[in-house]
T-cell receptor, first 115, second 117 residues
Framework: LAKTTQPISMDSYEGQEVNITCSHN???????ITWYQQFPSQGPRFIIQ???TKVTNEVASLFIPADRKSSTLSLPRVSLSDTAVYYC????????????????FGQGTILTVHP | GAVVSQHPSRVICKSGTSVKIECRSL??????MFWYRQFPKQSLMLMAT?????????EQGVEKDKFLINHASLTLSTLTVTSAHPEDSSFYIC?????????????FGPGTRLTVT
């Protein structure tokens, strides 16, 4: 499984856009990039997943350059409730109907949003 | 979205006793569930992969005789911490993915806080 590197922590203010970058130099051809959010004493929650270029959903955008060696999670106009740990994971999204493969969590990025 | 529950949410037990934690997929079936452990201010560490109807697969360094996993149905997996010791105190989290080609997202339970005194 490809190893990921993220900043340990980031600070932002309400209303700002936050970009968290993750490095995954050894990403394999079959690997997808997935981001999870975790609040204290809760299980992680899926945010977004992508393979290349840009993916956008109702809560975030994911930018992946052509070489796929890094990715950037973009959170538009953060609020205090976005204070959490954000994990970038890289792994094979199995096709064919079988369950998604096991996940390896890195250290994550502690995002603190200030008033 | 799919919901995964865990029970209990919090448990305190005495050293030497065993504790069972349940993980249920409430509105979907899951052939495979995963168990993680998370110590304070640390990331999640995968302990084992629970497969319905077969033996669990444990990660390196995880004692299978200490952490017993049973996946008796497509909606229930249990983790039993046997002869618990204070160093087993941790946050235990399970996850599951709905069976089927359209699903790739893992859904996590709310976690179980285990404190061994």
């Amino acid at each position: 499984l490809a190893k990921t590197t993220q900043p340990i922590s980031m600070d932002s203010y309400e209303g700002q856009e936050v970009n968290i970058t993750c490095s995954h130099n050894n990403i394999a051809t079959n690997d997808y990039i997935t981001w999870y959010q975790q609040f204290p004493s809760q299980g992680p929650r899926f945010i977004i997943q992508g393979y290349k270029t840009k993916v956008t959903n109702e809560v975030a955008s994911l930018f992946i350059p052509a070489d796929r060696k890094s990715s950037t999670l973009s959170l538009p106009r953060v609020s205090l409730s976005d204070t959490a740990v954000y994990y970038c994971l890289v792994g094979d999204r199995k096709a064919g109907g079988t369950s998604y493969g096991k996940l390896t969590f890195g250290q994550g990025t502690i995002l603190t949003v200030h008033p | 979205g799919a919901v995964v529950s865990q029970h209990p949410s919090r448990v305190i037990c005495k050293s030497g006793t065993s504790v069972k934690i349940e993980c249920r997929s409430l509105d979907f079936q899951a052939t495979t569930m995963f168990w993680y452990r998370q110590f304070p201010k640390q990331s999640l560490m995968l302990m084992a992969t629970s497969n319905e109807g077969s033996k669990a697969t444990y990660e390196q360094g995880v004692e299978k005789d200490k952490f017993l996993i049973n996946h008796a149905s497509l909606t229930l997996s249990t983790l039993t911490v046997t002869s618990a010791h204070p160093e087993d105190s941790s946050f235990y989290i399970c996850s599951a993915t709905p069976t089927g080609p359209a699903y790739y997202e893992q859904y996590f339970g709310p976690g179980t806080r285990l404190t061994v005194t």
